[in-house]
Structures are given as C-alpha cells and as structure tokens.
C-alpha cells in the first residue's frame, strides 16, 4: 500500500505540474491573441508530440517530456538590418542570431505583416511575456492561501509537550544527558507536560513565537502562569544561559548555527491551525524572500550539489532540488503516516512553491527566459523615448536575436546545471525525514 501510495503521489506532482505549465503558456497565448498576434502552436512539454488537435490557426498539444512548454508566435525577432530575414554567415554567432530569426519567420503566411510579435508596442510585448509568470504567480498565491487558510499549518502552541530532563546545548552530538548534568529550569519549577503557559514575566503569551523570544531574552528569575486542569497555576523558575539554535529575522531556524540564550528547557506542542489572511499573506512574503536568496545562492551550492552526486557527502536539505526530486518527495507525502488531509495541504504548498519558483525563475532578465524578452522590450521603450526627447531618428525595434548566442550561453548553463541535479536527486534524494 505504501508503495502504491508513493506512485500516486509522483503522478498526482506530475499532473500538477503539467498543470502548472499549461496555465503558464495560457497567459501567453490569451494576451498574444488579444493583441492580433498570430500563434500557430501552443504545447505542453518538449520533444515528440503525443496528442494534438488544430483549433482555428493554433495547433494545441502535449509532447513527451513533461519539462516546460511553449506558444509558437510569429516574428519573435524583426528581420534583419535590410529588412528581411538575413542569409546564413560562416560565423558560428551570426549562424546562432539567423536561425533564430528564420525560425520566427518559418510559418510566415500571407497577412502576417501585421500580426507579428516585434511590430507590437513594447508595453503590449512586454504584457505577453509577462502573462506567463504572471499566470504562477496567481497559481501559487490560490494554493498558498488554500493550504494555509482552509487545510492549515502545523505551528508551535505554548502548550508543553514534554520537559527536558537535563542542560545540554543544542550543539551537542547527542541529547542523552551526560554524567553530572543539571535539571532544567522547566522540571525545577514543576512544568508538567500538558501545562498551557499563558503568561511569562506578567506579559500575556498566546503564540510560540512570543513565548520563545521572551526565554530568549531571559536569564535569571521568571514568573510563569500556566493553566493546568481548567485552573491557572504561578510557577517560578530561574532561566539559565545555553546554547540554542540561531533563528534568523523571520524566526525560522538555521541549520548550524547556534547562538548563547535564555533556556527554560521543555518542547512545545504542535498543533495544526489555520491561518488568518494576513497571516498568510506574512507567510507568503516569507517564502518568497527565501526563493529569492534561494536562487541567489544557487552559484554558491553548486560544490556542495557536486559533492552529494559525485562523492557521497551528505545532502542537505538546502541545496537544491529538481523535478525529480519534487517528485520524489510528492510520494514520500502521500506514503507518510499522516493524516489525508495534510498530506494533501502539504502537497498543495509544494505545488505552490514549485509555482512560485517558475514565476521567479523565469523573471530573471536573460534570455531565452521570459524575463530576458520583457528586459529587451523595456530597453527599446527607453531608447526609443530618449530618442525622441533628444530629436534624433527613432531607432526601430531592439533586436533580440543578437542576443541569442547569450542566451544559447545561458541555456547551456541551465542544461548542465539541470543534469546535476538531476544526478543528485536519484543518487542522494533530499527526503522529508
């Protein structure tokens, strides 16, 4: 059962994944046709077609490798500087900026003059780029808000779980007690596992996090009312410094890294609670800055990725993870031993951040990504407006395909990058334990 559980979860990622791309090239293709562009194609994926049907001029599709897709729209690139589509040139770069032109003209039919994607206004071009990580961006804030606001999070309660039973610091190797170890604070003062902390110091708590920064800040004697059984109980404890884990400025955890704190020395309970909508839209903001530094140290992980798929050093569940690995971890979720409906939440906030991830991704300004089309567009608009502040002749449409061996550089990067991954994710997987 479990290992049926396992591949329905990795099909259930890959419908949503597939999901995801088609919605993402929709956004393409309905602002391409509000302009009057001309888009023959629109497919879902790469490589051989598998399934395809002609409706008006557009071909729709979904082709074998579930890895991305595309919309096929006309005069991508303007012609070249004669004002046609140039010949081939015996340099390698030149060849690379031709073909991509004639690429954008292959399928040129009689009244297309009009209709081609370089002869619209650069904001309209601009829009239609934009359109596709738009479209995961609305994706990932309905399924954010769906998990967090209808299914829930698992977050920390002031309730204790259970009290320590000595001082250790968070960066030992091991959390049996050593010999001649102290009691914590928690068990001196009588903290009972099922106590509800409600007040520290005479300052009302009613989330962890309040709580956690309080002990934090705290060495020396504290006053601490719990409800225990319906009555409310004063205890009195006297923190001690420790070694804890480092939170950063969000109050999530970092992984070693420790700091000197106020230590009480029990576990909090977790429960699963729903999330107000500007909570989550806090958390939303969150997850989207840590995709963003999270990309930003992609150039810094990569010895570290190395390392995991090529000399078996551990895989930590910072580095980057793949598709595949995505996938993996999808039928980890729906195999665990948790309950339905947060198996489902969970996957839900894993289809979100992979969306959220496509829409940041594919707003980096370099070609061949959507951002780098958006970025040509926005620097024709300046040129052709300083051009017309300072009288001299309009300077026509930037062309994009000079800059195609830059995004053929890119691509290649990508591609090399994307099979390391891949090799770390089936040989050592990031796993939810």
Request: charged content about 20%.
């Given at each position: 059962?479990?290992a ?27 602002t ?16 051989p ?30 012609p ?26 292959e ?41 967090l606001?209808?299914?829930g ?18 960066s ?49 004697p504290?006053?601490?009312?719990v ?8 205890l009195?404890a006297n ?74 050093k ?24 948790i ?12 289809l979100?951040g ?16 959507d951002?780098?089309?958006i ?24 062309d994009v ?11 290649g ?7 390391l ?13």
């Amino acid at each position: 059962m479990t290992a049926l559980m396992w591949g329905v979860g990795i099909v259930i990622f890959v419908v949503g994944l597939l999901f995801s791309i088609a919605w993402h090239e929709l956004g393409h293709l309905s602002t391409a046709k509000l302009f009057k562009i001309r888009v023959p194609q629109y497919m879902v994926g790469f490589g051989p077609t598998i399934w395809s049907r002609h409706r008006g001029e557009t071909e729709y599709g979904i082709k074998a490798i579930p890895l991305g897709g595309y919309i096929r729209m006309i005069g991508m690139f303007p012609p070249g500087a004669d004002g046609k589509v140039s010949a081939r040139s015996t340099s390698p770069w030149r060849s690379m900026i031709e073909d991509a032109r004639s690429a954008a003209y292959e399928e040129l039919q009689p009244g297309d003059e009009t209709r081609m994607f370089y002869t619209r206004k650069p904001w309209k071009r601009v829009i239609v780029m934009f359109a596709g990580p738009f479209m995961n961006l609305i994706l990932a804030v309905v399924l954010f808000g769906v998990s967090l606001m209808g299914f829930g999070q698992l977050r920390a309660t002031t309730t204790v779980s259970s009290v320590g039973e000595c001082v250790v610091a968070a960066s030992a190797k091991s959390d049996v007690c050593p010999k001649g170890a102290k009691p914590p604070p928690a068990k001196t003062a009588g903290l009972l596992a099922g106590d509800r902390i409600v007040s520290f110091n005479g300052v009302k708590v009613t989330q962890w996090d309040q709580l956690s920064d309080r002990i934090r800040d705290t060495i020396g004697p504290a006053t601490i009312e719990v409800v225990r059984g319906g009555k409310t109980l004063t205890l009195h404890a006297n923190l001690v410094e420790n070694t804890v884990v480092q939170r950063d400025g969000d109050g999530n955890y970092v992984r070693d890294k420790y700091t000197k704190a106020g230590f009480l020395g029990f576990s909090p309970d977790s429960q699963v609670q729903t999330l107000s909508l500007s909570e989550s839209a806090d958390t939303m903001v969150t997850m989207t800055k840590r995709s963003i530094e999270g990309i930003g140290d992609i150039p810094s992980k990569i010895p570290a990725l190395w390392g995991s798929a090529f000399q078996g050093k551990e895989r930590t569940p910072d580095q980057p993870v793949g598709m595949y690995g995505v996938a993996r971890i999808s039928g980890e979720i729906f195999s665990s031993d948790i309950p339905a409906t947060q198996a489902l939440a969970f996957f839900i906030t894993l289809l979100a951040g992979v969306n959220l991830s496509l829409f940041l991704f594919n707003m980096l300004p370099l070609l061949p990504l959507d951002g780098g089309h958006i970025a040509g567009a926005l620097w024709e608009s300046v040129r052709r407006r300083l051009a017309k502040l300072t009288k001299r002749p309009d300077p026509g449409p930037f062309d994009v395909a000079k800059l195609m061996p830059v995004a053929y550089v890119v691509a290649g990067i990508f591609i090399c990058f994307t099979a390391l991954v891949l090799v770390a994710d089936v040989v050592n997987p990031v796993t939810l334990s």
